[in-house]
């Protein structure tokens, strides 16, 4: 079965289920700051899981593009991907788990609509439950109920794992913890247990048996299916609040269940990288299939991400786009390709997805020339690069002077026997990292490059706003971006209807009132973990420094009105901020808020 056909079938199995189907969003988030790349087929529909209605229902199908780089060492191995495609099923507060847990048995085990998989074949896990979740959540039974009734009717019997996970007998369902079946994106946000659907890929081999992670990490069982049963919101670190309506999200990565329909060991075997892997073959001087496999996976992604807008630079998804893509070179010099093969290869990507991500086609020219451009950049870096790391220059000199990748340095080390005096190495990067981390909050705290008075005190301002509002609106008001000018604040927000002029009024009037008590402005510097305790607000996904300053505003830090993790400046007292008023409230975007 062809995955252009399991990506048919899955949507018309949802379709003929009451599912509108709804196009790919892009892999650059249109309103979450939270992430550079879309990571997963939820993230675009965050504020229907919020409870915003969404204009095709409450039933939806799609084939999402994602990009995911935590695992990017990873990629070479069987299974592992940073760009990839993700079929997902949801409802908006319609069905639930007596419904998700059967259509997609049936969508794997039917042979006319569905996948025709062996459900002998199958593993399942559920939510074990968790104690400080949403005030206590219980061990997910109801899916194993539901599971059990759902193998019975194919006469299989479907026993439950014990505490010790371990997979023998007749077991097929393994309760596991939050680490494995508690899904949520980033830190906040809609949240909730899972279950995930494990194939047996080997099954000449006899049952599986032994300690289920085991089983996972040997390849023995792959994960092809997870449903979410989204039923809170974290708002913060341990706090969780129901949310409006109970929602399913559940994700299919197309490339492995290609695989596993086909019996395919891993997913470059695929058709989904049949002509690029043919490609690499060619231009290929060597077998060295990690190498082959890396080259056709970055290639894949940046031709995906540039497609998508994003262009190598040094910063933000630029540079993630960069380092794949600087990545990729190295490999086809692994592979002995010509210069400029990553071009070509680009080529054959752009024909074989084109059709269905006709971005793809429109934007070929710009695809293969920026690819060439990086290509040819890097190439002379690694030149200069080389030359000084022959002659022993500090890797971390070299990827501030030339921009030298880190990695790279860390690779040709490790190729040469040398070895890279790492606590030097990393202390640098991480002084490094924490000007850069400086940087970005100063640039995400809305371009406060100057200290002008004015800016200082609009910045003091917002963090008065953005309590107000969470005062008034309710805590899930999460900022979504905040630009400060000498002329007027602008703070974008989480929201997903008009304010009433009498929410306006409220905010205003808290503002004006911590404006008139005069309270103090004051900073902490708390090692992070602690700094997180204080219920600080913060911004979900980034990853902060050890030490990070909270500028607090109230007598203390316990009593205060408003703490945030933030770089300053800040006025010192409220009482000199002057009258504060809304001019404008408007959408900016899809469950985004905008007020000056
Ligand atoms: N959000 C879940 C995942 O990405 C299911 O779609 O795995």
Redesign the pocket.
Known sequence: MTSEEIRQKFLAFFEKRGHKIIPSASLVPANDSSTLFT????QPLVPYLMGQPHPQGTRLADCQK?VRTADIDDVGDNRHLTFFE?L?NWSFGDYFKKESIPWSFDFLISKEEGLGLDPNRFYMTVFVGDPPVGGGIPCDEESIKIWQEVFAKYGIEAKVAGEDAVVKDNVRIIPLGKEDNF?I?GETGPCGG?TEMFYDTDPAAGQPAGKFNDLVLSSRLIEIW???FMEFNKIANGKYEPLVKKNV????GLERTTAVVNNHATVFDTDLFEPIMAKINELSKNDDERAKRIVADHIRSAVFMIADGVIPSNTDRGYILRRILRRAVRYTDVLGMAQDSLNQIAGVIINKYGDIYTNLKDNSSIIKNEISKEEKKFRETLEKGLREFEKGRDPFDLYQSFGFPIELAEELAKERGITIDRAKFEEAMKKHQELSKAGAEQKFKGGLGGDSEKIVKYHTATHLLQQALADVLGPSVAQKGSNITGERLRFDFAFDRKMTDEEKRKVEQIVNEKIGVNLPVNKVILPREEAEKTGARHLFGEKYGDQVSIYFIGDSLDNAYSKEFCGGPHVANTGVLGHFKISKEEAVAAGVRRIK
């Open positions: 990571t997963a087929g939820m994602c993700m997902g899904w994106a899972d997870n449903n979410v999200d559940t994700g299919m």
